[in-house]
């Protein structure tokens, strides 16, 4: 194949996409918000709070759900008077990055469960 032909050098491949996109906003949707500073809005704050709640007491463990709903409360009640537009992004980019931590180790805890509780728990 020569490197004419190649789905690099062509304008219809990687190079040609490149050259179609200037600005590095350009190369994702919307959705990410380390390229866009569009302020974050209450509802999605709370999307995420009620989110990281939800898939906090997915967890099979006493322990491991207990913990994540009080980290999650602690840390979301922690940050509530925050003001600056960019700490707001930064904390919420965070959050989210925790959240799809939170929802994989809660899927995996489903995946180990013993079905027997702790007296705590009964």
Not at 33 to 48: D, E, I, N, Q, V
Not at 87 to 99: F, G, P, Q, R, V
Request: hydrophobic share 30%.
């Amino acid at each position: 194949m020569n490197k004419e032909s190649s789905p690099l050098h062509d304008n219809h491949g990687l190079l040609g996409l490149l050259k179609t996109y200037k600005r590095p906003e350009n190369l994702f949707p919307s959705s990410y918000s380390f390229y866009t500073m569009t302020p974050p809005t209450r509802a999605h704050t709370l999307s995420l709070y009620r989110q990281f709640i939800r898939h906090g007491k997915k967890f099979q463990s006493y322990n491991f759900k207990e913990y994540t709903l009080r980290r999650s409360h602690d840390a979301f009640h922690l940050h509530k008077a925050e003001t600056d537009p960019h700490k707001i992004t930064a904390l919420l980019e965070k959050a989210e990055h925790d959240l799809a931590a939170v929802k994989r180790q809660a899927a995996i805890s489903t995946l180990y469960a013993t079905g027997s509780k702790l007296v705590i728990e009964k």
